[in-house]
């Protein structure tokens, strides 16, 4: 084994034992995509800043577009685009010579910079360590421009129209005011008409959800433009039926059935959960229409209310919602009776969580770290309308503009 390939493979165990000590239980291939997706952007927005402190020092100097350059860091290798200067001087700190791998300190800090939540002795040690001389006004810089892009990003309009929300609560512990407190994140997905998925919000509130949070979260997004939604659907939050029947009182809500189905088992004892669970597995799969659904649903109900009589009465006071899904086309229904599809976006900054310690260093490195997650989500998974959705798009347009159109003579 030559000396190069001696250093390669020291520096590739090196990423390995970095990647296992972020994420113990192991790495999929998505993961993977989107540490390569984060290092690449936070390399390139670290170099064009350094290029602006640069410039600024340099007053006959402009600056002079991109070169493009691949840069291996053991088991990522990452493609960035290098900010170039007209007299040829500028080279970014940040950039390992020409001929030189990066170490798994490279890495460290370029994790530092958003997973470790800022943390400004972990940031320090590990610029040291490379020999690497930024300034406390270097990376309060960085860190101004990664708040800016949250703040455009909660800001930002949003379609006219949706076809879905989905909401969900993801529940955390934060640091605020150095103290570790509960909060409870609620993820705004949407689908728009086309089929186009991406995350529209998120709010993260310190108190038990109510009517009044709910109306200010649905403000929001009316004030960023959403006016008119076909189907929103939540888990059973104090409040949300009724900020929803103020703000959009066309929109039909769907309530998640899975966590009915979990609702049932804490409810009921384990035989009867069962019965009720298969029953209503039937119901979901086989009524012909929504009506048959209710029908079916009562009929359900009516052999367990004397057991369980509170519990059922809220099933039923609530059933139209449970079973709103089987108003719609059914190559729909499947992608409409839960809120799984924002749920799996909450797993993934549950990871985060767990690799920062157990709690986010404050709601702002919470919501950075969403945000990096969406933006992963739209530059690969998302970046093409899904494909339930957009294969009855034709018919899902029919449906709004039918249900809205009707509501305005009605109005």
């Not at 239980?25 to 390399?43: A, D, F, P």
């Not at 927005?45 to 991109?66: H, I, P, S, T, W």
């Amino acid at each position: 084994m030559n000396k190069k390939e001696y250093f390669e493979k020291i520096l590739d165990r090196s990423t390995e034992e970095l990647v296992k000590e972020l994420f113990p239980n192991g790495i999929t291939t998505q993961e993977k995509i989107g540490i390569r997706k984060l290092l690449e952007s936070v390399v390139e927005l670290v170099m064009n800043q350094e290029r602006n402190f640069f410039l600024e020092n340099d007053k006959d100097n402009k600056a002079n577009g991109y070169y493009e350059r691949s840069l291996n860091t053991g088991s990522f290798k990452l493609n960035i685009n290098v900010p170039r200067d007209r007299k040829g001087k500028f080279r970014p700190q940040i950039l390992p010579d020409p001929y030189k791998r990066v170490n798994e300190d490279y890495i460290d800090l370029l994790m530092s910079l958003v997973s470790n939540g800022y943390s400004e002795s972990k940031i320090d040690s590990t610029l040291k360590s490379l020999g690497l001389n930024y300034s406390k006004q270097h990376m309060d810089t960085i860190k101004k421009q990664l708040m800016e892009r949250l703040n455009d990003f909660k800001t930002r309009e949003l379609p006219s129209d949706a076809f879905v929300l989905y909401i969900d609560a993801y529940h955390c512990d934060i640091k605020e005011k150095n103290k570790i407190r509960k909060a409870s994140v609620y993820v705004v997905l949407g689908i728009d008409l086309q089929g186009n998925k991406d995350i529209f919000g998120f709010y993260t509130f310190f108190s038990s959800e109510n009517k009044a949070d709910w109306i200010k979260v649905f403000n929001d997004l009316i004030d960023r433009g959403l006016k008119r939604i076909m189907l929103i659907v939540s888990d059973d939050f104090p409040g949300i039926s009724k900020a929803i029947e103020t703000l959009f009182p066309y929109t039909d809500h769907q309530l998640c059935l899975v966590h009915l189905q979990r609702n049932v088992r804490n409810q009921m004892d384990k035989e009867d959960s069962q019965v009720f669970n298969k029953e209503l597995k039937n119901i979901k799969e086989n009524s012909l229409d929504y009506e048959d659904g209710l029908e079916k649903l009562d009929d359900l109900c009516g052999r367990f209310k004397s057991k369980y009589p509170n519990f059922i009465k809220h099933i039923q006071s609530n059933k139209e919602r449970y079973l709103c899904f089987l108003k719609y086309p059914e190559s729909l229904r499947k992608h409409i009776y839960t809120t799984n599809p924002v749920e799996s976006v909450n797993s993934m900054i549950e990871k985060v969580r767990i690799n920062l310690g157990g709690y986010f260093q404050s709601v702002d490195i919470l919501e950075i770290n969403l945000l990096i997650q969406r933006d992963n989500l739209k530059n690969k998974k998302w970046k093409k309308p899904v494909p339930a959705f957009k294969g009855s798009s034709y018919e899902i347009l029919q449906l709004f503009n039918k249900k809205f159109s009707i509501q305005t003579q009605n109005y």
